[in-house]
């Protein structure tokens, strides 16, 4: 497998980084003052990875898909805290064109697609390499060998730190992996980012091309040593606000149970529904790194105050005795590497 000092680097400071600011809607729903004024809390607070993507968010009003990437551009060069952070972005989901049917219009993973993007990502963000590189979403039609190929170009070039996939199948993880253990050339997905709170989707919804987190892929990075990440932790607000429905995949008699736990647990611990999501689901066992989206420097402070969280064992048994985690014996994951 393909590994670089740089992407060693870069792995070592993943491993101790518990969070990532998400900026999905930077420069669409979230202006350009309150994005900046978030990317400044979250550095001052010791934040050091920032989420993007060469599509966010091309859905909104206006939008194009380059508004996150370019906010963070600016940023840095105003900043100049570029060597301090950690840059993510991601390919993929582009729609081609702009206005076509989504998901089936996005662009996909063929060779030319990873290596144009990114170039174009890097010319946005200001930055001539990115920490971490991501495929959005799986390509089916795209050879996984030709994929991996140009993103390992990337990698051996010294402009990408490492690679990962978002929204990845586990088994197609399990095929990059053995086509990097077959050559020296191929870099392997080191980072896994998938959906993953508390409450649990229906799995029977239809959430294409987002996936939650699941044993399979839990299994994945305990044996292959990857990051977990999680995205939607917070669910839109709906953890803690009582007047914010749960979206149609979560709208079960189990996840009402384990609401109305979490939110009995944390009024009793004196702090909010979204804290106690939020330190559970990064200091367990098999911890998951939280992918923030915040709207605001107030939410960002309640998120990260949830996160330096010290939760009693008593609390954590009780969460975890409803918790998706437990169904899916994660807990025992990291003692069955080759489940």
């Known amino acids: 497998m393909l590994t670089t000092a740089y992407g060693d680097s ?9 969070v990532a600011l998400g900026t999905m ?4 729903t979230v202006d350009e003052s309150t994005s900046r004024a978030i990317l400044d809390r979250f550095a001052e607070r010791g934040g050091r990875l920032l989420d993007t993507a060469n599509c966010y968010a091309f859905w909104a009003p206006d939008g194009t898909g380059e508004e996150s990437e370019l906010v963070i551009g600016r940023w840095l060069a105003a900043t100049g805290a570029r060597d301090e952070m950690l840059i993510a972005t ?5 729609p081609d064109p702009l206005d076509g049917p989504f998901p089936e219009s996005a662009e996909g993973l063929r060779p030319e697609v990873v290596l144009k993007q990114f170039e174009r990502s890097t010319e946005r963000l200001g930055c001539p390499s990115v920490d971490l590189y991501l495929t959005h979403a799986d390509d089916p039609a795209s050879p996984l060998a ?3 190929g140009a993103l390992s170009e990337l990698v051996a070039s010294g402009r990408v730190g490492v690679v990962g996939a978002s929204n990845p199948d586990a088994a197609r993880l399990h095929e990059a992996a053995r086509l990097a253990s077959a050559d020296e050339a191929t870099a392997a997905p080191r980072v896994v980012q998938v959906r993953h709170s508390y409450l649990w989707p ?10 939650p987190l699941d044993h399979a892929l839990v299994a994945y990075a305990t044996e292959h040593g990857a990051v977990l990440q ?3 932790p917070l669910l839109q607000g709906a953890l803690t606000r009582t007047d914010r429905e749960l979206s149609p995949e979560y709208r079960s008699a189990e996840n009402e149970r384990r609401l109305s736990r979490l939110r009995e647990l944390a009024e009793r611990l004196g702090v909010t529904a979204n804290q106690l999501s939020l330190a559970w689901m990064a200091s367990g066992r098999v911890p998951v790194m939280p992918v923030l989206g915040v709207s605001s420097v107030a939410q960002l402070d309640e998120a990260l105050d949830g996160l330096a969280l010290e939760l009693p064992e008593e609390v954590r048994a009780q969460l975890d005795e409803l918790a998706p985690l437990g169904e899916l014996g994660i807990e ?3 003692d069955e590497p080759g489940l």
Request: a neutral charge; one cysteine or more; aromatic letters at 8%.
């Open 230 to 232: 999680g995205y939607s």
């Open 10 to 18: 870069v792995m070592d400071r993943l491993r101790t980084t518990g």
């Open 146 to 148: 030709d994929t991996l």
């Open 90 to 94: 991601k390919v993929g989901c582009l």
């Open 202 to 211: 229906d799995p029977a919804a239809d959430i294409r091309p987002q996936l």
């Open 25 to 28: 809607y930077f420069g669409t």
């Open 332 to 334: 025992n994951a990291a």
